[in-house]
Nanobody, 126 residues
Framework: QVQLVESGGRAVQAGGSLRLSCAAS????????MAWFRQAPGKEREFVAA????????VYAVSVKGRFHIWRENAKNMGYLQMIDLEAEDTAVYYC???????????????????WGQGTQVTVSS
């Protein structure tokens, strides 16, 4: 199982930007799709963005499309989420996750992800 550690979350003002990082352990990271989810206080976890195993296909939630960008560096076992034009509604704990299956396409269903990080807090003040 892949171990994941997120970093980069902090408090920013609305309109600001952040880059989240997801460091993966193990040699199989490059074979699996990965994604970012988030959970705001009192709300269910929701899908944010996903990328396939090779990095050439991405999917975004409607609420973040055009503002967030997901990519990965398989040689470094790293995944990233660049966020711009942040809004108060983006405040949440952000989690990266890796698909259970190898060679998978970008997925939006949290049930397909078997490895999760501990999360990193993003707070956007208006």
């Amino acid at each position: 199982q892949v171990q994941l550690v997120e970093s980069g979350g902090r408090a920013v003002q609305a309109g600001g930007s952040l880059r989240l990082s997801c460091a993966a352990s193990g040699r199989t990271f490059s074979r699996h799709a990965m994604a970012w989810f988030r959970q705001a206080p009192g709300k269910e976890r929701e899908f944010v963005a996903a990328i396939n195993w090779s990095g050439d296909s991405t999917v975004y939630a409607v609420s973040v499309k055009g503002r967030f960008h997901i990519w990965r560096e398989n040689a470094k076992n790293m995944g990233y989420l660049q966020m711009i034009d942040l809004e108060a509604e983006d405040t949440a704990v952000y989690y990266c996750a890796v698909d259970r299956r190898e060679w998978s396409m970008a997925q939006t269903d949290s049930q397909t992800f078997g490895s999760w990080g501990q999360g990193t807090q993003v707070t956007v003040s208006s």
